[in-house]
């Protein structure tokens, strides 16, 4: 698809009395001097051409409608239009500035074959108020260069399968995207045309202008593939139901993402894997888009849960889905999967421990965002200060295999409540001045110790803080059983102020 008046479009679709306006022009400053960049059908048929100075343009047309070019508008225009392609096919690229390629392989059936698809899009902008020209081919640079180059009269709309090279031989040898010296070269040769390249020798053109050139040729004929970038990631797995008349009821919206999500789990199991991004598409009648995305912290295939994660994230919308003159095509897509084999049951039958714990992780996530619901994970560090990170918990594996499970029989080496900053507390006796203590003071209340283990040093990590001082950790217990994890700032010294700190409570 090549928009060959884009930005003259953009600009007459925002104007309600454009049809009384004269020719149109958008202009640049180019080499010191008002130059066109892009003009209009009238000021094509007034004889207009794009490189022409803003002061030819008026000695020939006084009263010409000039605007400045706006590339960042054009572009946002030509985003919109390939948004709403995507409702012809899932896989859309961006030929900048001015063009679109899709890939409509197994899309066309949809839409009554290859001429119906190619109808169908050519009304839809011609509605819209945009010049376009659609060439089907079985080569992406076949199709861009037929919509670009081929002349208006004679233009070969589809080409048949293995037709390729002979639908491009009468093409100018622009068609290539050649450097302009390169092109300039080539034409002096007296080679005018793409056929002529293709009647010599590959080798000559080799030698003189690189093998990129004559990659070129070739992805022009259809003998070679085209790396191409869609500008959105190709769903794995989608389902998509279309609409004789649009809807706008949320019953009829739920109804439609059931079914969708019972044919998307259905595929999800016959391939044994099981979904961990999922997005809703819905496409108004008036060409806008708005896409919904869900993330799970395991992969899921079934179709209730999908549908009432969906439930939990529109509700949740800040901008709640306004469904305008109604959603005429919905899709659900898979754009990430991951193996997922069968799962046994409790003996209840209902779901494991851990399965619920993710299910509950999803829903939150769903309402509130990824970001909003975290759990602890353990780091690879002795620092007891950065023994655990929360990290969503979607992100994350909802078991509890990721923590290191203690020994049988051994009480905890580490508190399961920690305090950050680590409290401080007053030290009424010790029976030894490096010893632990005998009874301290935390929070207006007198503690006395009948036990102590320890002590326990941990040094700080020299590449984070190499001026904190060793700690010397203790394990208490006081007389009516609780147990507490205190530490010594730095090493006992004689004379020296000794600080002590409360850095957890055993459960």
């Given at each position: 698809?090549?928009?060959?008046?884009?930005?003259?479009?953009?600009?007459?679709?925002?104007?309600?009395?454009?049809?009384?306006?004269?020719?149109?022009?958008?202009?640049?400053?180019?080499?010191?001097?008002?130059?066109?960049?892009?003009?209009?059908?009238?000021?094509?048929?007034?004889?207009?051409?794009?490189?022409?100075?803003?002061?030819?343009?008026?000695?020939?047309?006084?009263?010409?409608?000039?605007?400045?070019?706006?590339?960042?508008?054009?572009?946002?225009?030509?985003?919109?239009?390939?948004?709403?392609?995507?409702?012809?096919?899932?896989?859309?690229?961006?030929?900048?500035?001015?063009?679109?390629?899709?890939?409509?392989?197994?899309?066309d059936h949809l839409f009554g074959g290859e001429a119906g698809l190619r109808l169908g899009l050519s009304q839809r902008l011609r509605r819209a108020r945009i010049n376009a020209r659609t060439v089907i081919a079985g080569a992406p640079d076949t199709a861009r260069a037929l919509a670009r180059h081929a002349p208006l009269q004679g233009r070969i709309a589809i080409v048949a399968p293995g037709e390729e090279a002979a639908a491009v031989r009468s093409?100018?040898?622009?068609?290539?995207?050649?450097?302009?010296?390169?092109?300039?070269?080539?034409?002096?040769?007296?080679?005018?045309?793409?056929?002529?390249?293709?009647?010599?020798?590959?080798?000559?053109?080799?030698?003189?202008?690189?093998?990129?050139?004559?990659?070129?040729?070739?992805?022009l004929q259809g003998l070679a593939p085209a790396p191409l970038t869609p500008r959105r990631n190709v769903p794995a797995i989608w389902s998509e139901r279309r609409f004789a008349e649009p809807i706008g009821r949320e019953e009829d919206i739920h109804s439609a993402l059931a079914?969708?999500?019972?044919?998307?789990?259905?595929?999800?199991?016959?391939?044994?894997?099981?979904?961990?991004?999922?997005?809703?598409?819905?496409?108004?009648?008036?060409?806008?888009?708005?896409?919904?995305?869900?993330?799970?912290?395991?992969?899921?295939?079934?179709?209730?849960?999908?549908?009432?994660?969906?439930?939990?994230?529109?509700?949740?919308?800040?901008?709640?889905?306004?469904?305008?003159?109604?959603?005429?095509?919905?899709?659900?897509?898979?754009?990430?999967?991951?193996?997922?084999?069968?799962?046994?049951?409790?003996?209840?039958?209902?779901?494991?421990?851990?399965?619920?714990?993710?299910?509950?992780?999803?829903?939150?996530?769903?309402?509130?965002?990824?970001?909003?619901?975290?759990?602890?994970?353990?780091?690879?560090?002795?620092?007891?200060?950065r023994a655990a990170r929360a990290a969503p918990a979607i992100f994350n594996p909802m078991t509890s295999s990721v923590w290191p499970a203690p020994e049988a029989g051994e009480p905890p080496l580490r508190p399961s409540q920690i305090f950050n900053p680590p409290q401080r507390i007053a030290i009424r006796f010790a029976e030894i001045p490096d010893g632990p203590p005998r009874r301290f003071s935390w929070r207006r209340k007198e503690f006395t110790v009948r036990r102590a283990e320890g002590p326990e040093r941990i040094a700080p990590e020299w590449w984070r803080a190499p001026d904190d001082a060793a700690r010397d950790y203790y394990r208490i217990e006081d007389a009516e059983g609780r147990r507490f994890w205190l530490f010594r700032a730095g090493a006992y010294a004689p004379g020296a102020d000794t600080h002590w700190y409360l850095h957890g409570v055993f459960a």
């Open positions: 698809m090549w928009f060959p008046l884009l930005p003259a479009d953009r600009i007459i679709r925002q104007r309600k009395d454009a049809r009384d306006k004269p020719p149109l022009v958008a202009v640049e400053k180019q080499k010191g001097a008002m130059r066109i960049v892009a003009l209009s059908r009238e000021a094509k048929r007034a004889g207009l051409v794009v490189g022409l100075t803003l002061a030819d343009a008026r000695a020939r047309i006084p009263d010409l409608w000039v605007e400045e070019i706006d590339r960042i508008a054009d572009a946002a225009l030509l985003d919109a239009v390939a948004e709403d392609c995507d409702r012809v096919s899932p896989v859309v690229m961006v030929d900048a500035p001015d063009g679109l390629i899709l890939d409509i392989t197994g899309c093409l100018p040898i622009a068609a290539l995207g050649l450097e302009e010296k390169d092109r300039v070269a080539i034409s002096r040769a007296g080679l005018k045309t793409i056929g002529a390249l293709i009647d010599r020798p590959s080798q000559l053109f080799a030698s003189r202008f690189g093998e990129e050139m004559t990659l070129r040729l070739r992805r079914d969708m999500a019972r044919e998307i789990g259905d595929e999800l199991a016959a391939r044994r894997e099981g979904g961990r991004v999922f997005e809703a598409s819905f496409y108004r009648a008036d060409g806008a888009v708005r896409r919904v995305a869900i993330e799970t912290g395991r992969p899921v295939r079934q179709g209730e849960t999908l549908l009432r994660l969906f439930r939990e994230k529109l509700d949740a919308l800040a901008d709640p889905l306004d469904p305008g003159f109604g959603f005429d095509q919905m899709r659900l897509c898979v754009l990430h999967a991951d193996p997922l084999a069968a799962v046994q049951p409790g003996l209840d039958g209902r779901a494991i421990e851990d399965d619920a714990v993710a299910d509950l992780a999803d829903r939150l996530s769903a309402r509130f965002g990824p970001e909003r619901v975290v759990r602890f994970l353990p780091e690879d560090t002795h620092d007891p200060d």
